[in-house]
């Protein structure tokens, strides 16, 4: 069926710890992955994307892997900040390139300094 | 940074009644989309929309909802009764074209803030 689940709701991380988040996804069609992170009151802000035909992809302080074996993806932030706290969410597409996105529930990161 | 404006932040309704919600996609974006997200819960697809029609709705799109572009920006949810359940935040989202950026697929759905809908 249709859904994207997060294994963690809520992870926590001291300031300049790397942090982990993890989704699970369901259908084997999904060829595009995204991230996004949402401040409170605000909408989701893109952070990082992945198609189906890759494993890794970095950014700025972030690297999405994607494990199509086990349809799993993870989000890793390197050198957390407390400007990353939020929520995120990881989110799939269907194949075809304007298909909606079916959102997963959501992981908390809260940062202490 | 181009960015998707929603109007208002916050729109408080009485139960039954209509209310427009209204969004101005990125200028050059041709697939605008409406989601919601109850309280707490994860963002859901309402809605997609290109070239003047309905591309998708889901489930929840049902009779009372309807989507239109009335002119070259804007981009509006309308909701004719509203009920208690409709209470969330609605985001509006849109995707920039193929072919952009030296040919690059670009396939990022780029987000308003939402504006919150409130059914008393």
């Known amino acids: 069926g249709e859904s994207v689940g997060l294994h963690l709701p809520t992870l926590s991380v001291q300031e300049g710890d790397n942090s982990i988040i993890n989704c699970a996804y369901s259908?084997?069609?999904?060829?595009?992955f995204i991230w996004y992170k949402q401040e409170s009151g605000k909408g989701p802000q893109f952070i990082i994307d992945i198609r189906s035909n890759m494993d890794k992809r970095q950014g700025q302080r972030v690297t999405v892997l994607l494990n199509k074996t086990v349809k799993h993806l993870s989000l890793q932030i390197a050198a957390t900040q407390p400007g990353d706290s939020a929520v995120y969410f990881c989110?799939?597409?269907?194949?075809?390139?304007?298909?909606?996105?079916?959102f997963g529930a959501g992981t908390r990161l809260a940062v202490h300094p | 940074e181009p960015e998707v404006t929603q109007t208002p932040s916050h729109q408080v309704t009485q139960m039954g009644q209509e209310v427009i919600l209204r969004c101005v996609p990125i200028s050059n974006h041709l697939y605008f989309y409406w989601y919601r997200q109850i309280l707490g819960q994860k963002v859901e697809f309402l809605v997609s929309f290109y070239n003047n029609e309905i591309s998708e709705k889901s489930e929840i799109f049902d009779d009372q909802f309807s989507v239109e572009r009335p002119d070259g920006s804007n981009f509006t949810l309308k909701i004719r009764s509203t009920k208690l359940e409709d209470s969330a935040m609605y985001f509006c989202?849109?995707?920039?074209?193929?072919?952009?950026?030296?040919?690059?697929?670009?396939?990022?759905?780029?987000f308003g803030a939402g504006t919150r809908l409130s059914v008393l």
């Open positions: 989110a799939e597409r269907f194949s075809g390139g304007y298909n909606k996105l079916i």
């Open positions: 259908n084997s069609a999904s060829d595009y």
């Open positions: 989202a849109s995707i920039t074209p193929w072919g952009t950026s030296g040919g690059a697929w670009k396939n990022i759905q780029y």
